[in-house]
């Protein structure tokens, strides 16, 4: 099972459950990074969807979260 659709099937059966999916730093072998925060300029940044991951996790914080990059999910045919 692929992370797209695992994190599909969570949206769907946890209902306080939210994602920050991107695709940022790409590489030519399909893979990301899975973590920025031992890139801490990186984490200031609009990397998806108008949306930094600072950003993300304070309307986390704040009790307004957010999905971001939702068209990762979208476009996962598999599930």
Not at 24 to 29: P, Q, R, S, W
Not at 53 to 71: C, F, H, R, Y
């Amino acid at each position: 099972m692929g992370l797209t659709t695992f994190v599909k099937k969570l949206k769907q059966n946890l209902p306080n459950y939210y994602y920050f999916l991107t695709d940022h730093g790409k590489k030519k072998n399909g893979t990301t990074r899975h973590l920025f925060a031992d890139v801490p300029k990186l984490i200031y940044h609009e990397i998806q969807d108008n949306t930094s991951i600072v950003n993300w996790l304070t309307g986390a914080i704040k009790q307004e979260p957010i999905d971001v990059g939702s068209k990762f999910i979208r476009n996962n045919n598999n599930a």
